[in-house]
């Protein structure tokens, strides 16, 4: 279990930051065709969290109601998904890679939505690898340089 | 190479952005790269590429972020889809494979980005795993009723 006091993360441009207090509780991953689509991925990454316990620290997110009883929270100026609610659930779920450490979460526990799963997710692990720099200049590397907002709270972005 | 349909279609959750691609795919990927986690909020990105003069945005525009000083990310400013990443200077583009109306019909061949990535990566196919409706009662899954755009292109309401 994570028992970190505190933990923030936020989406890509930095225009939405949040923090939690105390202790992030379930992990899982969900192929169900809905976080499919919102997450544009094989699926979503969530770990849940009680929702007393996030403060939005800087901006808002906007949100999405996918179904009657579902919020789904986003970056509007970047897009970055942030997280899932249900209506009356006392926790909130967040997007794992929005936190500024995702590799801080507790073990995840189950695959959920799996009557929807891709046939390739199960062999993505044994693909070729390739580091970002590996085909890459250095002219390159510097062009790339990141305008994301850093894996921390800052005072002022950009 | 992957055969995949064409045009091939794709679009946001909420259904305001629609893109159709006319050409081949190339290059389907996943990237773990530390800005390709925070742009989709999970443990990687995973792309198709084409060329930009066989992609065509069908409905509504895409808001866009411009992750490096050559990069542009685009999603959906009404439901925050990540669509699509395209270098300024490339003939191609590519779109989130999730984002796609059928996001099984191309496989991932690489793994790029390799040195971001998230620890629990390598073991999340091993996980257990449950189909919704196995673990929701039958009266939660009717009021969670997908509200999301349907797989496939539909005339403007």
């Known amino acids: 279990m994570n028992t970190s006091s ?6 890509q441009c930095g225009a939405v930051r949040y923090r939690i207090a105390g202790t992030l509780c379930k992990a899982s991953i969900c192929h169900c065709r809905m976080c499919q689509k919102a997450f544009g991925n094989f699926g979503s990454a969530l770990v849940a969290v ?36 249900e209506d009356g659930d006392p926790n909130i779920e967040i997007a794992i890679g929005s936190l500024d450490d995702p590799n801080a979460i507790p073990a995840m526990i189950h695959q959920v939505g799996v009557e929807s799963k891709v046939a390739w997710f199960d062999g993505l692990r044994d693909l070729p690898r390739r580091t970002t720099a590996d085909d890459r200049t250095p002219e390159d590397l510097l062009r790339l340089k990141s305008l994301q907002h850093p894996d921390r709270d800052t005072e002022h972005w950009p | 190479m ?13 259904g305001a952005v629609r893109y159709a691609i006319d050409g081949p795919f190339r290059n389907p990927h996943i990237c773990h790269c530390r800005m390709c986690q925070k742009a ?28 490096s000083d050559v990069v542009e990310r685009r999603f959906c400013r009404d439901c925050g889809t990540p669509l699509s990443f395209a270098y300024d200077h490339s003939p191609y583009i590519a779109v989130a494979i999730g984002s796609l109306d059928d996001p099984a019909c191309v496989t991932p061949q690489h793994q790029f980005g390799i040195e ?14 449950t ?24 005339p403007s309401s």
């Open chain 1, 6 to 11: 505190s933990t923030s993360g936020g989406c």
């Open chain 1, 50 to 85: 009680p929702a007393a316990q996030v403060t939005w620290s800087r901006g808002k997110p906007a949100t999405f109601r996918s179904s009657a009883i579902v919020d789904r929270g986003f970056c509007a100026a970047c897009g970055t998904p942030l997280f899932l609610r």
């Open chain 2, 2 to 14: 992957n055969a995949n349909p064409s045009p091939a279609t794709g679009g946001c959750q909420c």
């Open chain 2, 40 to 67: 989709f909020g999970n443990y990687f990105a995973a792309f198709v590429g084409t060329e930009k003069a066989k992609f065509r945005w069908t409905r509504g525009k895409p808001g866009v972020f411009r992750s």
């Open chain 2, 116 to 129: 971001s990535r998230l620890q629990a990566f390598a073991t999340l196919h091993e996980l257990p795993g």
């Open chain 2, 131 to 154: 189909r919704t409706e196995d673990t929701i009662p039958a009266e939660t899954m009717e009021k969670l009723k997908s509200r999301q755009h349907p797989d496939a292109d539909r």
